[in-house]
């Protein structure tokens, strides 16, 4: 996971990018792609989208001065989320909630935590009843790790253990993941957390596909 983050321009710049070319995007698409290799002035419809989000000056072939000291690290992150769009797995059913439960999946499984945060909370907003509650878990799960990668421990131990309580109310809510699996392979976490001892080596937990 990164050591550091970005400045907030940044990072909501890139998540625009990655959330757009989830949802279909090609020019989003093209733009991760340059910034996954810069170096090449970008294609017309890359250069456009780079612009839009304030990453590039028109017609220009680099990061914006402000972005660039951060030039290496976005390249590493836009490569990762190349490889999460490459992953998703389109559920059987349109349901707002089991797309974007499966873009999260896929984001989750290269630490682009800030990223699920996004794509959850779209859905989240209009979700009631039980299925609120477990999206608000598996938000607050990812923003967990997402502090905690960040130097964070304190936002992360509460996090973790608020997102695992509103999990464990209703484990078979979210369709197409193993929530159970989940909430099993985070306890380490929490003991460490709450104990301030090392979390355990390795990456977080994955979040497990189930085939529904």
Known sequence: ??????????????AALVL????????ASAALAW???PGEPPPPAAAARLADAHLIDPGGAALLPVHAPH?????????????ALAGVVAPPTD??????????AALWSQALFFEVHEVLEDVWRTADGE???ALQGLIQVAVAFHHLAHGNARGARTLLREGRARLETGPDTLPGIDTIALLTDTAAWQVALDTGTPPP?????ALQRLDR
Do not use: N, Q, Y
């Open 201 to 205: 080596d390795g990456p977080p937990p």
């Open 35 to 37: 910034l996954a290799a």
């Open 131 to 133: 299925r609120r509650l």
């Open 20 to 27: 757009d070319a989830l949802a279909g995007d090609a020019p």
């Open 71 to 83: 030039t290496a690290a976005a390249a590493r992150h836009a490569a990762r989320a190349l490889v």
């Open 95 to 104: 349901d707002p909630v089991a797309v974007a439960v499966a873009r999260a």
């Open 1 to 14: 996971m990164p050591a550091a983050g970005f400045p907030l321009p940044l990072r909501d710049a890139l």
